[in-house]
């Protein structure tokens, strides 16, 4: 969901602190280039503090950014890709890898990118995970967008939901949370903690894999 284009009008501080939380325990934040393009993705924001944080829990002092794309492009100048010293890392399908790194090679950060190529002709998102895996990175912050959380939804690779219900409505054609190729079908989730902060409303979800097992009997 998002408000002119972005989804920083939505939440109030409280979504922010959510987000910066679960940002401060994962080994890498996984984004869309779509979300990275409308959104001025930058690295890791997170100062002095919360990095000596995330050492003290035996985490790297800032989780990278891996980013999901065919094209490789972002706009001349997109701070995921101005600082040579904090590159991105590239998860791409066999098939789009040559067009990737042409598009972002003569990008300051270009020559540190590291690349994940999972799949051939299509991204395999098992492949991408197990990339980042192997590269010491299990914990996976995903930040959406939509069409990345749909994928990673057909894959059976969401574990856990953090949904903030911001109280207002907005209108407009705001895409779903997740937006798949097929036809809806219910995942089941289970309520692990749900915070109120003023009106808003911070849900942590899991996925019930006890309906999995159900629904595959
Ligand atoms: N409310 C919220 O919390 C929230 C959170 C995140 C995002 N958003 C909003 O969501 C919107 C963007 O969502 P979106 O669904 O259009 O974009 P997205 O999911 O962030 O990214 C879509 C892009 O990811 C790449 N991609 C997707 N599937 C791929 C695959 N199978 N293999 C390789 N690359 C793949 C493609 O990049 P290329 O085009 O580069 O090939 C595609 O255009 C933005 O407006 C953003 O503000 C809202």
């Known amino acids: 969901m998002t408000l002119g284009d972005v989804s920083g009008g939505l939440g109030g501080p409280a979504d922010l602190r959510a987000l910066a939380r679960v940002r401060d325990a994962c080994d890498v934040i996984l984004v869309g280039a779509g979300t990275v393009r409308d959104e001025s993705y930058p690295p890791y924001p997170?100062?002095?503090?919360?990095?000596?944080?995330?050492?003290?829990?035996?985490?790297?002092?800032?989780?990278?950014?891996?980013?999901?794309?065919?094209?490789?492009?972002?706009?001349?100048?997109?701070?995921?890709?101005?600082?040579?010293?904090?590159?991105?890392?590239?998860?791409?399908?066999?098939?789009?890898?040559?067009?990737?790194?042409?598009?972002?090679?003569?990008?300051?950060?270009?020559?540190?990118?590291?690349?994940?190529?999972?799949?051939?002709?299509?991204?395999?998102?098992?492949?991408?995970?197990?990339?980042?895996?192997?590269?010491?990175l299990p914990r996976i912050s995903c930040e959406g967008g939509p069409g990345i959380n749909g994928a990673l939804l057909e894959a059976g690779l969401i574990d856990e939901v953090f949904l903030t219900l911001a109280p207002a409505l907005v209108g407009g054609e705001g895409l779903r949370l997740t937006s798949t190729r097929e036809?809806?079908?219910?995942t089941e989730l289970t309520l692990v903690s749900a915070l109120t902060h003023g009106s808003e409303l911070l849900l942590r979800y899991r996925r019930d894999t006890s309906a999995d097992a159900a629904a595959s009997r």
């Not at 036809?183 to 219910?186: E, F, G, K, L, V």
């Open 183 to 186: 036809p809806a079908r219910r």
């Open 46 to 136: 997170g100062g002095e503090t919360r990095q000596q944080q995330r050492l003290a829990k035996g985490l790297a002092p800032r989780p990278p950014i891996a980013m999901v794309t065919r094209t490789g492009r972002l706009p001349d100048g997109h701070p995921l890709v101005a600082d040579p010293q904090r590159p991105p890392i590239v998860i791409v399908a066999g098939a789009d890898e040559a067009a990737a790194r042409s598009a972002l090679a003569s990008t300051p950060a270009g020559p540190g990118i590291r690349w994940i190529v999972a799949g051939d002709d299509t991204l395999d998102w098992r492949g991408a995970l197990d990339g980042l895996a192997a590269l010491g």
